[in-house]
């Protein structure tokens, strides 16, 4: 790269820069990757322009990861709103890899609008594109060039790359796979095949050297490729973060073989690769090929699960529907009781086996009736305990075949609390410790309870963590408890004759039902970033009344199969963005029309 280097393009923001740049007005700066073009709070007293590279968008708030808000591609403004707005930056901008950009003042600019109206409308088309996308809940500019390493000694990994570009081409996107061969090339060689194909993928080999360290500079987003069945290599903790690496961009794939029960050892290889999100793939397995391919594309699909008492079982029904219409999905989350059964999802239990373990642990029989002198809980939380164990065992999230993370609410820091590894049973115990009604739950000096507390949809959550559409299902929004549920029984002694003490007090429903109580600000938010919203009715089912399993199960069947009748498009189509075939033919469309007019 250089300086001196021509701003291509046709476009009048292209030509605008380009002609600052001859008359000594545009700055050009050379941005290493991983450094800041801006932060969020700098004032915006340049427009910038992207002429090579990739630059990354991130929202940061204190206690949060950073929010990946899109990429910005050569061609492409940078900091226009704020610009244009007069206020101050809004989001990091940084780097993904050594990037050209030109600098216009503030004042330069605009006075180049008032010479030419073009300028400006241009760019508020583009604000207003961006706007429209940014309200979908999605990054502005999504991936479109990944890149595929090697950690450890996988094998050999082009055959496996290739594979995930057919189904790719199956979804109606162009993808191209490039390798070594490819060492050598140009800027520009790089710069057509991106510009030619939907997607490009990137892999190197074992051997490759110094192409490997190419693709890791050159993507947009890199998966690292282990071997699931094998130990990691030693991890480097003196080498160089990469700014992928920096702004949590990079992935872990783990090959397994295809007969695997369960993976096992993923947690050494999350410290090896100190990777954003961690992918087991199957060798030969066509699902999971296809699973990586709606990753790469924005159309895996996101499940997220609430709280709510025994009116969670009715995620067992949404589950079921989800399956019976062949609907993927490809991350899971949840939240207290919701947790517990996309816990089971995460685990590959079928629908059989998920009904016999809710019913064994949860049905047959109260988990909370071990009722303890009220010191921190009614309960002694001892049952709930012994059958986390017994149907989840030692298992850690990492080993895990889906994708999956929790929430608690971490009493001690005032926050919510994510739990996307470790032991996968102390991070349920964590998120439905019930504070009244289960003992909570530590970690370290931390105090966790139940994650309904502080977020009991964290739909805003799975959007952070995927690009694909979203379908929530929310057992919240039912009839409240009424002043019937919460009546002192009128003999103690019958209450206790009637088996009714076996679903605890009445204040255990005061308890759970003040837990699972969001505020509107927080609902909406979580709404507004769900696809599909299925409310299942199940304002007959007590909160508490864990026998309850039948009617809460069918609830969820019936709602989720309506939502998805509603769908004018299949679910994973409903944030599918256009190819470059689809946009050839919306442009031949629209001239075609204005050719008649």
């Known amino acids: 790269m250089g300086g001196a280097s021509d701003i291509a393009g046709d476009s009048a923001l292209a030509q605008l820069f380009h002609r600052e740049r001859l008359s000594g007005a545009a700055a050009w700066l050379s941005l290493p990757g991983g450094q800041k073009l801006y932060a969020a709070g700098e004032p915006a007293d340049q427009l910038y322009f992207l002429h090579a590279g990739r630059l990354g968008a991130f929202r940061r708030e204190e206690g949060q990861e950073p929010q990946f808000l899109g990429v910005i591609r050569p061609g492409e403004p940078a900091g226009e709103m704020a610009l244009v707005a007069g206020a101050p930056h809004s989001a990091d901008v940084v780097a993904l890899r050594d990037s050209e950009v030109f600098a216009l003042p503030r004042d330069v600019f605009f006075s180049a609008c008032d010479a030419d109206a073009s300028v400006m409308i241009e760019l508020a088309r583009l604000m207003i594109m961006r706007t429209r996308q940014a309200s979908r809940s999605g990054p502005v500019g999504e991936p479109s060039v990944y890149g595929f390493v090697p950690l ?220 303890a002198l009220p010191l921190l809980a009614m309960t002694h939380g001892v049952k709930v305990s012994e059958r986390l164990a017994e149907h989840f065992g030692e298992v850690c999230i990492a080993d895990l075949w889906l994708p999956f993370f929790c929430v608690s609410s971490n009493l001690t820091t005032g926050a919510y609390q994510l739990h996307r590894r470790g032991v996968l049973r102390k991070a349920l115990r964590a998120t439905i410790s019930l504070p009244g009604v289960l003992p909570p739950a530590t970690d370290g000096v931390n105090v966790l309870v139940d994650g309904a507390v502080m977020k009991n949809f964290p739909a805003d959550l799975m959007r952070a963590a995927q690009l694909g559409p979203i379908i929530g299902v929310d057992v919240s929004g039912a009839r409240s408890i009424t002043a019937d549920d919460v009546a002192r029984p009128s003999s103690v002694w019958r209450w206790i004759w009637s088996g009714q003490w076996r679903k605890g007090p009445p204040i255990v429903s005061l308890l759970m039902r003040a837990a699972t109580v969001s505020t509107g600000r927080d609902l909406i938010a979580a709404r507004q970033a769900t696809d599909v919203l299925v409310q299942p009715d199940v304002a007959e089912v007590e909160i508490r009344d864990w026998s309850a399993y039948d009617e809460a199960v069918a609830a969820g069947y019936r709602a989720t199969l309506e939502a998805l009748d509603k769908l004018e498009h299949p679910v994973i189509d409903l944030r599918r963005r256009p190819s470059l075939a689809d946009q050839a033919q919306q442009a031949a469309q629209r001239l075609h029309s204005s050719a008649i007019i």
């Open 152 to 371: 450890g000694a996988p094998g050999v990994l082009r055959p496996t790359v290739e594979k995930i570009c057919v189904e790719i081409a199956r979804l109606g996107y162009s993808a191209t796979c490039v390798g070594v061969e490819a060492q050598n090339a140009p800027t520009e060689w790089f710069s057509q095949v991106e510009l030619t194909h939907d997607f490009v993928l990137y892999v190197a080999e074992g051997a490759d050297g110094g192409w490997t360290q190419v693709v890791s500079r050159q993507v947009d987003r890199l998966f690292k490729v282990g071997r699931g069945d094998k130990p990691p290599p030693r991890s480097d903790n003196a080498a160089p973060v990469s700014p992928l690496q920096a702004q949590q961009l990079v992935d872990l794939i783990l090959l397994q073989p295809r007969d695997l029960e369960a993976p096992k050892g993923s947690e050494a290889w999350l410290d090896a690769a100190m990777p954003a999100r961690l992918f087991h793939l199957r060798r030969g397995e066509p699902g999971d090929l296809q699973r990586i391919a709606r990753v790469l594309t924005g159309q895996s699909v996101g499940l997220v699960l609430s709280g709510g008492g025994a009116r969670a079982y009715a995620h067992v029904g949404a589950i079921r529907a989800l399956r019976e219409r062949e609907v993927p999905i490809d991350f899971i989350c949840g939240v207290s009781m919701g947790a517990i059964v996309a816990a089971g999802l995460a685990m590959g239990w079928a629908s059989g086996e998920m009904d016999r373990r809710l019913r064994a642990a949860f049905v047959d029989s109260s988990p909370l009736d071990d009722i």
